[in-house]
Antibody, heavy 119, light 108 residues
Framework: QVQLVQSGAEVKKPGASVKVSCKAS????????IHWVRQAPGQRLEWMGW????????RYSLRFQARVTITRDTSATTAYMELSSLTSEDTAVYYC????????????WGQGTLVTVSS | EILMTQSPATLSVSPGERATLSCRAS??????LAWYQQKPGQAPRLLIY???TRATGIPARFSGSGSGTEFTLTISSLQSEDSALYFC??????????FGQGTKLEIK
């Protein structure tokens, strides 16, 4: 069965960076993209970017483009999302989700990783 | 960026009744529209994609309709476990993909 398992909760200081991992199993990793979506308290889901796990191509939301880097390790079937220059507004649950590199929905999601930014 | 607007914000329906949830896009998204269910503390679960196709394992009482800018999720014969947040997602015009703010469905 398809599973996406994310790394654990993080607490960071303002100005720091955070790196969240997403371990995929149960399918051919390189055949799909991994998307990253975040949900701040009381806010709607917000798409950050995706990586094509096959060729490593990435697309980012303009809102996060300057601060986010999405990578993958095909041998480990794991994707990573690193967000830099954190502020309190980055406090959110971060999800990875399987999808396509184009007009496809996100059919499987990770359990979410809470990132808290606090001084 | 396409704005997705859902209505109502909260819906309270009795067990066995039907719930109708709406989603409107600020411009056409064709049929590239998905619906998700999210329960507290859980990840979103894909219910419908392509505006009207049920995802694997989703009961037939969940149905979707619409195209362009107006979409509807209908849940018939409501059960207590259907109490959740439902949100729509357009994947036609990106970046960015965008999501609705959600409709909270309460079972009386």
């Amino acid at each position: 069965q398809v599973q996406l398992v994310q790394s654990g909760a993080e607490v960071k200081k303002p100005g720091a960076s955070v790196k969240v991992s997403c371990k995929a199993s149960g399918y051919t990793f390189s055949n799909y993209a991994i998307h990253w979506v975040r949900q701040a308290p009381g806010q709607r889901l917000e798409w950050m970017g995706w990586i094509n796990a096959g060729d490593g191509n990435t697309r980012y939301s303009l809102r996060f483009q300057a601060r986010v880097t999405i990578t993958r390790d095909t041998s480990a079937t794991t994707a990573y999302m690193e967000l830099s220059s954190l502020t309190s507004e980055d406090t959110a649950v971060y999800y990875c989700a399987r999808g396509g590199a184009g007009n496809y929905p996100n059919d499987y999601w990770g359990q979410g990783t809470l990132v808290t930014v606090s001084s | 960026e396409i704005l997705m607007t859902q209505s109502p914000a909260t819906l309270s329906v009795s067990p066995g009744e039907r719930a109708t949830l709406s989603c409107r896009a600020s411009q056409s998204v064709s049929s590239n529209l998905a619906w998700y269910q999210q329960k507290p503390g859980q990840a979103p679960r894909l219910l419908i994609y392509g505006a009207s196709t049920r995802a694997t394992g989703i009961p037939a009482r969940f149905s979707g309709s619409g195209s362009g800018t107006e979409f509807t999720l209908t849940i018939s014969s409501l059960q207590s476990e259907d109490s959740a947040l439902y949100f729509c997602h357009q994947y036609n015009n990106w970046p960015p993909y965008t999501f609705g703010q959600g409709t909270k469905l309460e079972i009386k």
